[in-house]
């Protein structure tokens, strides 16, 4: 079978909650202390990838780690009862959902040794998230065990490394190698800049990437403190088409010109502040959309109803679809409860570019597969959270009740037993 990019949702954990942890993430801080919805927020995550299958896409899913993380709590020296609120929330938070930020890939045809490598992100810079990384590492191991794949650890926390998020390849129909792009930031204003170059470099090393073909690219501080805190909430690339706001890097015109020298063929749909100024890009996460090729060709931007309801950004796509541009097709998906804590479409999945074959079936869906967990989480996903609930024994009971009936529905009981 030939190389097929896969979408790997994750699924939104029974924990989703609205603790308001991302300093940098504006709709995060916005959001704090409001109730969550588990249940609903979790089927609209199955819900967006049914139209996904229904694009003739290929899906994958990831499941939630263990919550509370009740290792990383023990090595604080503490448990969820008696931990302050604050390391509570952080040892509860569902993140993990943003698959973006699980791993950075580079997909067989760019490596050295012909494998698809993965990189486990060490998302230290955020409390919150800097502990996803082992359950993460487990999951990976499993899915992606073919020898057709090599799995990486973190790279050194000293050096904070979010995934995908900041990671963009381009390819173009002629036949030209791929070209790999990382997006790392300096400084973000008051906002911390949660890619490191470093990690970065390391990354493209251990990936075995063609230095003549990699390029390292800084993100603007503006984008950055504008609440812009990864790079695929104002730019996101697929295929030959890069789509990015005009303010996503620091050198505009340097980054652009490296890329069109290195593949001519490529099309760079710029989007000027004029015409959606960057607080509406990213109120809207126009650039946090999933950009696929559709089996016939078409270039398909799938973006959050947010979208639709910023008339710069809806005014903008109208142009371009109008204009016959590179991006010929726009799909709505309702995603809100995962916006509302800064996780668009885009970030819910991990691409990886590979031979379905050759991955762990358990970890791919169709339909009928996509019924059964939607059973699941109807069944045992709690309805609503509040955020001073994250310690009430109930909660954490039908958590964590509610992470093994998935692991059941899906034969992944395995990962049950894996620390996390
Ligand atoms: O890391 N939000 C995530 C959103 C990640 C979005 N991912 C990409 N852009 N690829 C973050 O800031 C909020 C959690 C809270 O506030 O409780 C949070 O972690």
Not at 215 to 239: K, M, P, R, T
Not at 385 to 404: F, M
């Amino acid at each position: 079978m030939p190389i097929r990019e896969i979408n790997f949702d994750g699924i939104i954990g029974p924990s989703h909650n609205y603790a308001g942890l991302s300093l940098g993430n504006l709709a995060s801080t916005m959001h704090r202390g409001e109730a969550s919805c588990p249940r609903a927020a979790a089927l609209q995550g199955v819900d967006k990838m049914r139209a996904n299958l229904a694009l003739g896409l290929v899906q994958g899913v990831f499941v939630p780690p263990p919550r509370p993380a009740r290792a990383w709590l023990a090595d604080l020296g503490t448990d969820i009862e008696r931990a302050e609120p604050e390391i509570a929330a952080n040892a509860m938070s569902a993140s993990a959902m943003w698959a973006a930020n699980a791993a950075t890939v580079s997909p067989a045809p760019d490596t050295a040794d012909g494998r698809c490598h993965l990189t486990v992100a060490n998302l230290r810079t955020m409390p919150h998230r800097s502990h996803e990384w082992v359950a993460t590492l487990a999951q990976l191991e499993l899915a992606f065990a073919d020898a057709a794949f090599a799995v990486h650890g973190p790279v050194p926390a000293a050096f904070g490394d979010e995934g995908a998020a900041n990671h963009m390849r381009l390819t173009t129909r002629h036949g030209e190698p791929a070209i790999e792009l990382f997006v790392y930031g300096r400084t973000g204003g008051p906002f911390p800049a949660r890619q490191h170059i470093e990690a970065s470099k390391a990354i493209a090393r251990r990936h075995r990437l063609d230095p003549s073909r990699t390029l390292f690219v800084e993100q603007s501080e503006e984008a950055i403190a504008a609440g812009a805190f990864h790079n695929d909430v104002v730019a996101v690339a697929n295929e030959r088409v890069l789509f990015a706001h005009a303010k996503a890097f620091a050198n505009r015109d340097a980054t652009l010109a490296a890329i069109t020298a290195l593949l001519p063929g490529v099309e760079i749909v710029e989007v000027a502040d004029a015409e959606v100024p960057l607080a509406d890009a990213i109120r809207s996460y126009l650039f946090n959309a999933q950009l696929v090729t559709t089996p016939d060709g078409a270039s398909t931007l799938i973006v959050p109803e947010e979208a639709r309801e910023t008339a710069s950004v809806w005014e903008w796509i109208a142009r371009h679809l109008a204009s016959n541009g590179a991006i010929r097709r726009v799909e709505v998906v309702d995603v809100r409860q995962s916006m509302a804590n800064g996780g668009g479409p885009a970030c819910l999945r991990l691409r990886v570019a590979c031979d379905p074959a050759v991955v762990d079936p358990r970890f791919l869906v169709d339909e009928a597969k996509l019924d059964r967990i939607a059973a699941t989480i109807a069944a045992t996903w709690p309805e609503e959270i509040a955020t001073d609930d994250l310690q009430r024994p109930s909660l954490i009971a039908t958590v964590e009740n509610a992470r093994s009936a998935l692991l059941q529905t899906l034969d992944l009981a395995v990962l049950a037993s894996r620390k996390g």
